[in-house]
């Protein structure tokens, strides 16, 4: 089982950006796919963007062309550049490993983005 934590949320105005943070324990953090996923308040949990064990990446099409998936293996860390931030991405960020049949969440961190 993988435990993730979450950084990086905060309070930005429109047009602003952020860069989340999540940090994996374990040694098999390579052979997860990691994702970013966000939930705002009355939504249901959303996908945001994922990032396969080769580097293969996948948005929602309300963040494509202004939010970027990244991993650095070797830091056991994901990350999701969020830039050209608008009101309507204010949610909990959760970050998910996914593998061997579960996945495992993180506890989430809130971004609000101010208009």
Known sequence: QVQLVESGGGLVQTGGS???????????????????????????????????????????????????????????????????LTPEDTAVYYCAASGGGTTNWGQGTQVTVSS
């Open 18 to 84: 952020l860069r989340l943070s999540c940090a994996a324990s374990g040694r098999l953090f390579s052979m997860y796919i990691m994702g970013w996923y966000r939930q705002a308040p009355g939504k249901q949990r959303e996908v945001v963007a994922t990032i396969t064990r080769y580097g293969s990446t996948n948005y929602a099409d309300s963040v494509k062309g202004r939010f970027t998936i990244s991993r650095d293996n070797a830091k056991n860390t994901v990350y999701l550049q969020m830039n050209s």
